[in-house]
């Protein structure tokens, strides 16, 4: 089992800055791949970014390519995402996921366990 925390969350203007981090235990952190999902309003959960268990590579949707960065620290057992030059279509429900082998994937069935969420609010 593993279980998943988000936090960061808010409310921020157009073209600001947020970043979200994402708490695992259960299990060998370092042991899977983790993805950020994000679900608006009367819409799907749709994938943002994804990164390796080493960390060594990133996806990113083009989206959100060039303003989002995934990252992890296999040491304190968490992913983030820091989400910069945010825009109103960015408002969405946040999710970190675990996919329980290395290779990171886009899409949402491959991951084998989700937080939470946290929400994000972009006013314009």
């Known amino acids: 089992q593993v279980q998943l925390v988000e936090s960061g969350g808010g409310l921020v203007q157009a073209g600001g800055s947020l970043t979200l981090s994402c708490a695992a235990s259960g299990r060998t952190f370092s042991g899977y791949a983790m993805g950020w999902f994000r679900q608006a309003p009367g819409k799907g959960r749709e994938f943002a970014a994804a990164?390796?268990?080493?960390?060594?590579?990133?996806y990113y949707a083009e989206s959100v390519r060039g303003r989002f960065t995934i990252s992890r620290d296999n040491a304190k057992n968490t992913a983030s995402l820091q989400m910069n030059s945010l825009k109103p279509e960015d408002t969405a429900v946040y999710y970190c996921?675990?996919?329980?082998?290395?290779?990171?994937?886009?899409?949402?069935?491959?991951?084998?366990?989700w937080g939470q969420g946290t929400q994000v609010t972009v006013s314009s």
């Open positions: 996921a675990a996919r329980l082998i290395s290779v990171p994937s886009s899409a949402r069935s491959d991951y084998d366990y």
């Open positions: 990164i390796t268990r080493s960390g060594s590579t990133r």
